[in-house]
Nanobody, 121 residues
Framework: VQLQASGGGLVQPGGSLRLSCVAS????????MNWHRQAPGKQRELVAG???????NYADAVKGRFTMSKDNAKNTVYLQMNNLTAEDTGVYYCNGNIFYGWGPVKENTYWGQGTLVTVSS
């Protein structure tokens, strides 16, 4: 099982990016999924998360600008980021609980490799 994050890049302030995180392997289903980020010189922080079938939760710093969604059919989670600022610069990681395998289904927690987002003019 692997989580592969993509979609990062260089964007100007006020711009938008859409990150994707695809789970691959013998996936049964996605459980709780999260997006984290780590800015240069700072600790990793939770940005957004989806728990069960509830609505996404967001860090105060990104509320109203970021939208997290999950496509169970594609084993993919997304993070739509709008109105980006320099403070959003960092490496973005997805992680979550993945159910995999067959008879019986197993569960484990995985991290993606990170995708770099740079907001600069």
């Amino acid at each position: 099982v692997q989580l592969q994050a993509s979609g990062g890049g260089l964007v100007q302030p006020g711009g938008s990016l859409r990150l994707s995180c695809v789970a691959s392997g013998n996936i049964f289903s996605l459980g709780n999924m999260n997006w984290h980020r780590q800015a240069p010189g700072k600790q990793r922080e939770l940005v957004a998360g989806i728990t069960g079938r509830g609505p996404p939760n967001y860090a105060d710093a990104v509320k109203g600008r970021f939208t997290m969604s999950k496509d169970n059919a594609k084993n993919t989670v997304y993070l739509q980021m709008n109105n980006l600022t320099a403070e959003d610069t960092g490496v973005y990681y997805c992680n979550g609980n993945i159910f995999y395998g067959w008879g019986p289904v197993k569960e484990n927690t995985y991290w993606g490799q990170g995708t770099l987002v740079t907001v600069s003019s």
